[in-house]
């Protein structure tokens, strides 16, 4: 299997070529444009989503923000770079433990995070979904949109270890709505950089959920803090 993963791997560049001059060649440039849209929409979200949505989040807890983004650097590059969460656990644990979290909490925390906190996949998929509709020329009424959100929300559990495991997902959930698979395609010849972007806001999300766990369970990470 894994032989022929690698004749896959081989070949993918070529038909991700051929998928996208295709795309080209029919309906024109723009659709470069319109790729380019998508990673700047993307990278856009996810920075709202870490200051709007972590930040609040980080506040509530009182937590020491300069400290945290010092243990949280090397986990978050590595994820970033890799494009896989599991390459980061042993990092992130021993930077978690570092930062004051017990043991026993880190180790329970972290990867259950990483089965059901994907937080930046979910916001990919989200639009990743709209832009194959779009490509598509496929209506979205209000309902779609809830089910399809709902839908994505609940499949992609797991798969922040698996690098591309998004669009899998995106590809199943595209098919159960009876929608044409060509925006997958197209995604696909650029994934590699939104899906750094989303790993590496996973990654983040994993260890700010570790800290808030042990806030809430009585932790004083700022008495640590202080101590070092």
């Known amino acids: 299997m894994f032989r022929y993963t690698h004749y896959v791997m081989y070949a993918a560049p070529l038909g991700i070529f051929g998928a996208v001059a295709s795309s080209v060649g029919s309906k024109g440039p723009g659709v470069l444009f319109s790729l380019g849209s998508l990673i700047l929409t993307l990278y856009v979200a996810l920075i709202v989503f870490v200051v709007v949505v972590l930040g609040s ?5 009182r937590l020491p923000l300069r400290r945290f983004f010092v243990m949280v650097r090397e986990p978050f590059m590595i994820a970033f770079s890799t494009t896989s969460s599991n390459v980061a656990l042993p990092v992130a644990l021993e930077n978690m433990e570092k930062f004051g979290v017990p043991r026993h909490i880190a180790a329970f925390a972290l990867p259950a995070s990483m089965s059901f906190n994907t937080t930046g996949s979910c916001l990919f998929l989200g ?5 194959c509709a779009q490509v598509a020329g496929v209506a979205l009424p209000l309902s779609t949109v809830f089910l399809m959100i709902l839908t994505l929300m609940l499949t992609t559990k797991g798969i922040g270890a698996v690098p591309r495991g998004s669009l899998v997902i995106l590809a199943g959930t595209l098919t159960s709505f009876g929608w044409p698979l060509e925006g997958v395609a197209l995604i696909l010849g650029v994934d590699q950089l939104m899906d750094m972007a989303r790993t590496g806001v996973n990654m983040l999300g994993h260890c700010l959920a570790t800290a808030a766990v042990a ?6 990470l700022s008495a640590t803090e202080a101590g070092s």
């Open 127 to 131: 639009l990743a979904a709209v832009f």
């Open 215 to 220: 806030r809430w369970e009585g932790v004083d």
């Open 57 to 61: 989040l980080a506040v509530m807890i």
